[in-house]
């Protein structure tokens, strides 16, 4: 089974859980303040537990949820309430074409796959499911902060229980692998790596133009030290 498959479930759920509402806010604030009011539907595509979906509805917007993990869904349903959420994978999405008026990508969810064809099949559907002119807003890693700040070793608790977590680049993958032990429990997570120029050259491949770089959601210019690369931009005519 894939590790994707795998990882996002409970487990997920507790080593993550410092992700939470205020972040959410935050973020989408970011959103409003770049792209306004929308006349239609936005994606959250990899929504998780639906925490941007629930504070993109409290800024006024029709919002629509996708993600692969079934127990990510049920948990954010149990704890925000009924919201519209769809269970698919990335690369086929379940939508009509030219069905939303924006879409939103958050925390690097985004380079899970085997081939960076998938990967670019994924950016290909986030194209067909948009109306033309419609905005994108993606949050990804920072390839150059990673490397330069990469921690090999970890060890912390989580709720009472102990956590490893072991880090390392694979150069011929070009992938960022973590190895996550919870009370005897193993999983991976592997993303691959893709710098700025990278990125901005597959969303134009897939008939995006990105209209601005970020490195964090305070609006900051990107450089090779940003927290993050935030790209930001529309799906061409």
Same mark, same amino acid.
């Given at each position: ?8 479930? +409970? ?25 306004? /009011? ?45 919201? /519209? ?28 796959? +085997? ?16 109306? /033309? ?28 229980? %102990? ?10 993958? %070009? ?33 995006? %133009? ?15 030290? %940003? ?11």
């Amino acid at each position: 089974m894939t590790w994707y498959r795998e990882w996002f479930g +409970e487990d997920y759920l507790e080593l993550y859980s410092y992700r939470d509402a205020e972040e959410a806010r935050q973020q989408t604030a970011f959103f409003r303040d770049l792209f306004g /009011p929308l006349d239609g539907t936005i994606l959250d595509l990899a929504c998780g537990m639906g925490r941007h979906v629930d504070e993109l509805r409290n800024l006024g917007y029709s919002v629509s949820g996708c993600d692969l993990s079934y127990v990510l869904l049920r948990h954010g349903i149990g704890k925000h309430g009924t919201m /519209p959420l769809a269970r698919a994978d990335m690369r086929a999405l379940p939508f009509l074409t030219e069905s939303f008026a924006g879409l939103v990508n958050f925390f690097t969810s985004f380079g899970y796959f +085997e081939s960076p064809e998938e990967d670019a099949q994924t950016i290909g559907e986030m194209r067909r499911v948009l109306r /033309p002119g419609a905005p994108v807003l993606f949050d990804y890693l920072n390839v150059w902060r990673e490397l330069d700040r990469l921690v090999e070793r970890e060890e912390r608790a989580v709720d009472g229980e %102990s956590v490893l977590i072991e880090r390392w680049y694979d150069a011929v993958s %070009s992938t960022f692998n973590k190895r996550i032990t919870m009370g005897g429990r193993r999983f991976i997570e592997r993303v691959r790596g893709y710098d700025v120029d990278e990125m901005q050259r597959l969303f134009g491949e897939a008939g995006f %133009s990105i209209r601005n770089v970020f490195g964090d959601f305070a609006g900051a210019p990107f450089n090779d030290s %940003s927290p993050r690369l935030i790209l930001s931009g529309i799906r061409n005519p």
